[in-house]
T-cell receptor, first 113, second 113 residues
Framework: ETGVTQTPRHLVMGMTNKKSLKCEQH?????MYWYKQSAKKPLELMFV???????ENNSVPSRFSPECPNSSHLFLHLHTLQPEDSALYLC????????????FGSGTRLTVV | KQEVTQIPAALSVPEGENLVLNCSFT??????LQWFRQDPGKGLTSLLL?????REQTSGRLNASLDKSSGRSTLYIAASQPGDSATYLC????????????FGKGITLSVRP
């Protein structure tokens, strides 16, 4: 499989649940990103990892906890979310800081009930 | 701070029309500019990547141009089809260490049969 793969595609969770989003890239890229896209809003960068080290956290609430065990895998652990956290969560990867472009996954549509 | 603007927010055209989508950015110090397509509820698909040293890129019916000095890029779609209906996002990668992709809000295109 090639490109950036995100699972699950859709997720419905209660506010007290704990769930995880998974992202995997098969492109040999060294950087991975989590973005949030809410309805009628532009993309918001959440986290950046370079060579599996977190290099940026854009003031994201602690109920979102990222994990990057290696350069090919990225997780977003979710717990005690709020309904306003419902959004499309997109994973992306790049090589060399993005000079050769970013590749995005298909996203996980998250609904918090 | 780099800002990316895409106007208008929405566009509706009849099938077969050639059309131009505009993107403007405030700081000409960029590594590259990338055009993406997003279908409703889906991830971003990269259409064209233009490096700062390039003037244009072409893929099939799509042609993207870049004029760094004026802070503008255009995406030209030839002979539009209903299948081209989607949101088109423009993003620039500013120059400098640890820079991150800066997105416009997108143009939602509807091609009427």
């Amino acid at each position: 499989e090639t490109g950036v793969t995100q699972t699950p595609r859709h997720l419905v969770m209660g506010m007290t649940n704990k769930k995880s989003l998974k992202c995997e890239q098969h492109l040999g890229h060294n950087a991975m990103y989590w973005y949030k896209q809410s309805a009628k809003k532009p993309l918001e960068l959440m986290f950046v990892y370079n060579f599996k080290e977190q290099t940026e956290n854009n003031s994201v609430p602690s109920r979102f906890s990222p994990e990057c065990p290696n350069s090919s895998h990225l997780f977003l652990h979710l717990h005690t979310l709020q309904p306003e956290d419902s959004a499309l969560y997109l994973c992306a990867s790049s090589q060399g800081g993005g000079y050769y472009g970013y590749t995005f996954g298909s996203g996980t549509r998250l609904t918090v009930v | 701070k780099q800002e990316v603007t895409q106007i208008p927010a929405a566009l509706s055209v009849p099938e077969g029309e050639n059309l131009v989508l505009n993107c403007s950015f405030t700081d000409s110090a960029i590594y590259n500019l990338q055009w993406f397509r997003q279908d409703p509820g889906k991830g971003l698909t990269s259409l064209l990547l233009i490096q700062s040293s390039q003037r244009e890129q072409t893929s099939g019916r799509l042609n993207a141009s870049l004029d760094k000095s004026s802070g503008r890029s255009t995406l030209y779609i030839a002979a539009s089809q209903p299948g081209d209906s989607a949101t088109y996002l423009c993003a620039v990668l500013p120059s400098g260490a640890n820079s991150k992709l800066t997105f416009g809000k997108g143009i939602t295109l509807s091609v009427r049969p």
